[in-house]
């Protein structure tokens, strides 16, 4: 296949990209580096450095590629994900979030292209009715970064049924980890996420953390998440990118785990290797108290289950920021 990865350079997409090139495909990035790292792409890839917010900076990339060889699929994972920074942001996550997901449809009806592989979230469930939830629960979200990616799964199945292409969207789960070859990795200023924050109080890189929270109806007090190794991630892609081109059909499926972790569990998980600072602190706004995926339908369309741990996925964090350390 000949795939399109838009933010390759991200920490999802260049793990998508060793994925697909440890598959044997060609694979073309755009990226705006506005997050990504020119660093973290493939060298086997071609990069452009490009938005997708801007329709004519996406047309002359796809026309240069497509004259060569049209792409059989692109995948999209250029957008914002902080959930306390969409709260702050709202305005700016539905522009970079949706409408560049409208603009990326647009070019891809215009070039013909018919399959597309969409990165979208368990925030669309908002606070789930469920102990673990289906894809066919209602979607309820309840912060902006949810919305903008519930109204930009919405969009793509209207253009999808309308100029007759493909969809695959994921609904990830909490992702963490790094490639096995510690060449890439979530390696950005201010990271927020529970996984590298508390590995890196370990490591000695903050003072301290703050658990956002114990008084949520959870096991502990604490939230509960359902945690993914990015490679077992990436790999869905892989799939999902060959179900589309051989079946000509569209799918929406959750990357989970069917089990739910708190956040005092990932910290006593670290604290297996490392003593980690913490302190008890208020909730953060915009945290539902529990999402844990059922991914059963991931397994009966694209054979899909996850091959790491959470004792895997925890190593494999303070092994990449131990590297990237110095
Ligand atoms: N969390 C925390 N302290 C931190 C970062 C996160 O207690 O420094 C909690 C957060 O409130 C949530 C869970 O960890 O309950 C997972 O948050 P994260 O930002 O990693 O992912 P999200 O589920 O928001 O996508």
């Known amino acids: 296949m000949k795939v399109c990865v838009i933010g390759g350079a991200g920490y999802i997409g260049s793990h998508a990209v060793y994925e697909l090139i440890r598959d044997g495909h060609e694979v073309v990035v755009i990226d705006n580096l506005s997050t990504g790292k020119k660093e973290m792409v493939h060298k086997d890839a071609k990069f452009y450095l490009g938005d997708i917010t801007i329709a004519e900076n996406l047309k002359e990339i796809f026309k240069q590629e497509c004259e060569i060889k049209p792409f059989d699929v692109v995948m999209h994972f250029a957008a914002k994900l902080i959930v306390p920074e969409s709260v702050e942001q709202p305005l700016e996550y539905y522009y970079n979030n949706v409408e560049g997901v409208r603009i990326m449809l647009s070019v891809m009806k ?156 990932i910290i006593k998980e670290v604290e297996k290797y490392y003593k980690v600072n913490y302190e008890i602190g208020e909730r953060r706004a915009g945290d539902p108290a529990k999402l844990i995926a059922s991914n059963n339908k991931a397994k009966e369309l694209l054979g899909w289950t996850p091959k790491r741990n959470l004792s895997d996925i925890i190593k494999s964090d303070i092994n990449y920021r131990i590297k990237i350390k110095d």
């Open 110 to 265: 215009d070039f013909n292209i018919k399959n597309v592989v969409f990165s979208s979230t368990a925030a669309v469930y908002g606070e789930p009715e469920k102990e673990i939830c289906e894809e066919t629960d209602r979607t309820n979200p309840i912060n902006p970064y949810g919305e903008t990616k519930l109204a930009s799964e919405k969009l793509i199945k209207w253009v999808c049924e309308r100029y007759n292409m493909n969809y695959c969207i994921f609904r990830y789960f909490n992702v963490a980890g790094a490639d096995e070859s510690l060449e890439i990795g979530l390696n950005k200023d201010n990271l927020t996420h529970i996984v590298p924050v508390t590995v890196q109080t370990a490591l000695g890189i903050r003072d301290k953390m703050i658990v956002f929270g114990n008084d949520y109806d959870t096991k502990d007090g604490t939230c509960v998440r359902d945690y993914i190794h990015v490679s077992d991630l990436a790999y869905a892609h892989v799939l999902g990118a060959k179900y589309l081109v051989n079946n000509n059909k569209s799918l929406l499926v959750n990357l989970g785990s069917n089990e739910g972790y708190s956040v005092l569990e």
